[in-house]
């Protein structure tokens, strides 16, 4: 009967880590409203959280991947264009000065 329930268990804490998409760690699970079991639930049907996640691998290998997948790069963001070059302004070369010419006196 025990074994039973502990595969009813291990099935539900499954499918609520696949629908999260993330294996969570002890913490972060007991800080979570919406568990199928209670904390104290698990480590009374796994002894500890580390069994249970050794349980969980061998036993369900294909979600396993799906946990540990690697998450998809994002997309590298392409680089703005440059700006063009402003054009040359026709005025600009009267706005300068002129050099001063030396006189021989």
């Not at 009967?1 to 629908?19: F, T």
């Not at 480590?43 to 998809?72: C, T």
Request: aromatic share 8%; net charge neutral; charged share 30%.
């Amino acid at each position: 009967m025990r074994i039973r329930g502990r595969k009813a268990a291990l099935d539900a804490l499954v499918m609520y880590m696949m629908e999260k998409g993330k294996l969570f760690t002890r913490l972060e699970y007991s800080k979570q409203s919406d568990v199928p079991l209670r904390i104290g639930q698990v480590d009374n049907y796994f002894g500890n959280w580390s069994r249970l996640v050794a349980i969980m691998e061998n036993d369900y290998p294909d979600a396993w991947k799906q946990l540990h997948a690697p998450e998809p790069e994002p997309a590298p963001k392409p680089e703005p264009a440059p700006k063009p070059a402003p054009a040359d302004d026709p005025l600009a070369a009267l706005s300068k000065t002129a050099p001063a010419e030396k006189s021989e006196d």
